[in-house]
């Protein structure tokens, strides 16, 4: 079994910054593919940004390319997403996932493993 974890959400102004974090835990070394998704009050779950096991293959919503940096360390089981220039659209819950299959999919369905979520709120 997989735990994910997440941590680094809060409350913070608009144009500022904050790095999510979201530690994997359990059969952690099958997990290939890492992703953010967010969920707004009274909106569907949307794709974030999505990372290959390398690093190597990145990919981003367009409503957060150019903001957004998605990275992992696997030495520590850990994916990260840094987000700038934060806007009171981002806030939402945002979620980790994990894909035990290696092709990046941006669809949350092709995500095996979710974390509990961490509430991220954008202030104007």
């Known amino acids: 079994q997989v735990q994910l974890v997440e941590s680094g959400g809060g409350l913070v102004q608009a144009g500022g910054s904050l790095r999510l974090s979201c530690a994997a835990s359990?059969?952690?070394?099958?997990?290939?593919?890492m992703g953010w998704f967010r969920q707004a009050p009274g909106k569907e779950r949307e794709f974030v940004a999505a990372i290959s096991w390398s690093g190597l293959t990145t990919y981003y919503a367009d409503s957060v390319k150019g903001r957004g940096t998605i990275s992992r360390d696997n030495a520590k089981n850990t994916v990260y997403l840094q987000m700038n220039s934060l806007k009171p659209e981002d806030t939402a819950v945002y979620y980790c996932?994990?894909?035990?299959?290696?092709?990046?999919?941006?669809?949350?369905?092709?995500?095996?493993?979710w974390g509990q979520g961490t509430q991220v709120t954008v202030s104007s």
């Open positions: 359990g059969r952690s070394s099958s997990l290939q593919v």
């Open positions: 996932a994990a894909r035990t299959a290696a092709t990046v999919v941006l669809q949350g369905s092709g995500y095996n493993y």
